[in-house]
């Protein structure tokens, strides 16, 4: 660490001079690219860790979804207790929405703060496995918890080091390629857990809770190869922080939960859109591999296909969306589009037999364009102090929505089958649809800017911006002014002093002055 800091920073002696003789540093050309923060193979590689840092948890995440029959086979669990292990992931994160930021801010540090949650996920994972060797469900379900308080928490730490690397332009593409790997970890599990299983079961020679249990200690490789990148990426940061004198990265989230009361209606309703949206979506790949196994006839391996089409879509589609949303603006627009897409889609699977593939590949640009259009609305009512609070208060209820909402799935697949269970999503994209026409009229009468164009957002930002420089500029005029009138020389102020005690008549500005001086004694 030391050579390096020499290397980087240079010296005062003649290594770093000119050639003519000057003082001067020279080029901070001796360490090479890769290793030089500064430089963009370094960052490069530090981008790629970054991207891998939620690779495992990604993967891990939808593992029951990969591995539905077997692992309601082998558990012997109906649908509810099934999806109980999603419900699980979701109760931490109701609460630990509000303290993740402050966790790493505060207590453990971002690099300290990413590897305990790297850890948290690995060992949920070695739980979840182990409930299955054991044939102990409740011990799976205790997995799945551990794995929820490190899943959630490790995509805050995710976006802390994205800040903290990157700024401006590149943040934005930094972002997407994160979402992208997320979902490229989803799509990798969906496509490879079933073929694991079938390799597993050649070797033992039998299905059974041990199998699956393998299964799942094989999948989390991923989450240890994840922890790894969390360790190096500490490594580096530590080192870019040592060379580079920068500060360690910080969330910057404020939450205080007293402003909740000062929600608008507006919020509410965006709140709203978010809970019922999303509970028919992720539930619903939850389930959907038998779904499309019994009502389409699909093999195993074309059902886990079309059941991973949302997240195959999702990794090329939201950057594309999150520009176009940014170029157009009409944000509640576009989220209109995506809920009507949406609710295409589940009527068609649920009530008719075309090929399912249209259906999904419609969810998927639907899912894409909602999260671009959405998410960044809540920034245009909720003031800047306020936005901590107001996104850890959409993740939580978002959280405890999943929760109740995935157990609620299972019950009715046990209870009523499929096509209840279709009717059920399409009822909660039906409330997320009259929320989101509430707010356009809301919005409407109140005068909001959720519906702008981004052109006339960009005038009005121009306008405003306008208005505070010239605030700013009458501010500083007055202040001048007030300056001048202002004795300047510390002989006339002691002179006025003496003045004063006398009893001599002063002018009022010099009377001023001296209350004022007065004051500021008061409070030293």
């Given amino acids: 660490m030391a050579e390096d800091e020499r290397a980087l920073l240079g010296s005062a002696g003649g290594g770093g001079e000119d050639e003519d003789g000057g003082g001067s540093p020279g080029p901070l050309r001796a360490l090479p690219a890769v290793c030089d923060p500064r430089r963009l193979p370094h960052r490069l590689l530090v981008l790629a860790l970054m991207c891998f840092l939620g690779f495992g948890s990604y993967f891990c995440y939808d593992n029951p979804a990969a591995l539905q029959t077997q692992v309601q086979r082998d558990m012997k669990v109906n649908t509810a207790q099934f999806m109980a292990l999603y ?3 979701s109760w931490p994160n109701v609460v630990l929405c509000f303290f993740g930021g402050f966790l790493i801010d505060r207590v453990f540090g971002i690099r300290l703060g990413t590897i305990i949650f790297s850890i948290f996920v690995c060992v949920g994972q070695v739980i979840f496995a182990l409930g299955a060797l054991l044939n102990t469900f409740w011990l799976m379900d205790l997995g799945r918890f551990i794995f929820g ?13 994205a800040v903290s690397w990157f700024k401006g332009k590149e943040l934005n593409l930094v972002f997407g390629l994160q979402l992208s ?43 240890l190869f994840s922890l790894t990148c969390a360790l190096i990426l500490a490594y580096l940061d530590k080192r870019a922080e040592k060379l580079l004198c920068k500060e360690q990265g910080k969330t910057g989230e404020v939450i205080k939960l007293t402003d909740v009361k000062d929600f608008s209606f507006s919020l509410w309703l965006i709140f709203v859109i978010c809970v019922c949206y999303y509970a028919a979506v992720f539930p619903f790949i939850g389930l959907g591999k038998v779904f499309f196994i019994e009502k389409f006839r699909f093999s195993s391996q074309e059902a886990s296909a079309i059941n991973s089409i949302v997240y195959i879509i999702s990794a090329p589609m939201s950057p594309v969306f999150g520009l176009l949303v940014d170029k157009l603006g009409k944000n509640i627009i576009w989220v209109l589009c995506a809920v009507i897409t949406t609710l295409a889609s589940h009527i068609m699977l649920a009530f008719t037999f075309w090929n399912p593939w249209i259906a999904m ?3 998927g640009l639907a899912y894409s364009l909602l999260a671009c259009a959405l998410w960044p609305m809540v920034a245009f009512v909720v003031p800047e102090h306020q936005l901590g609070t107001a996104y850890g208060f959409m993740q939580s209820i978002q959280n405890l929505g999943l929760a109740i909402i995935a157990i609620a799935a299972g019950m009715i697949l046990d209870t009523r089958g499929y096509l209840f269970l279709e009717v059920f999503f399409s009822a909660c994209v039906c409330m997320s649809l009259i929320a989101v026409v509430m707010l356009y009229f809301v919005n409407h009468l109140t005068g909001g800017d959720l519906n702008w164009s981004a052109k ?17 500029r009458l501010r500083r005029q007055n202040e001048e002014d007030l300056a001048k009138l202002r004795p300047k020389a510390d002989a006339f102020s002691l002179r006025n002093k003496y003045l004063s005690k006398l009893g001599a008549q002063l002018p009022d500005n010099y009377s001023s002055y001296l209350s004022t001086m007065a004051h500021r004694s008061v409070l030293k």
């Fill in 87 to 89: 419900a699980w992931y």
């Fill in 149 to 161: 308080i490190g899943g959630e928490s490790l995509a805050v730490a995710q976006n802390t080091y």
């Fill in 181 to 223: 790997m997320a979902r490229i970890g989803s799509t990798v599990n969906m496509n490879i857990m079933g073929w694991i299983y079938s390799r597993v079961q050649d070797l033992l020679g039998y299905t059974g809770p041990s199998t699956l249990g393998l299964t799942l200690m094989i999948g989390g490789i991923t989450c």
């Fill in 361 to 363: 590949c419609l969810l």
């Fill in 456 to 472: 006339k957002r960009e005038k009005l930002q121009k306008v405003a911006a306008t208005e505070a420089e010239e605030q700013e």
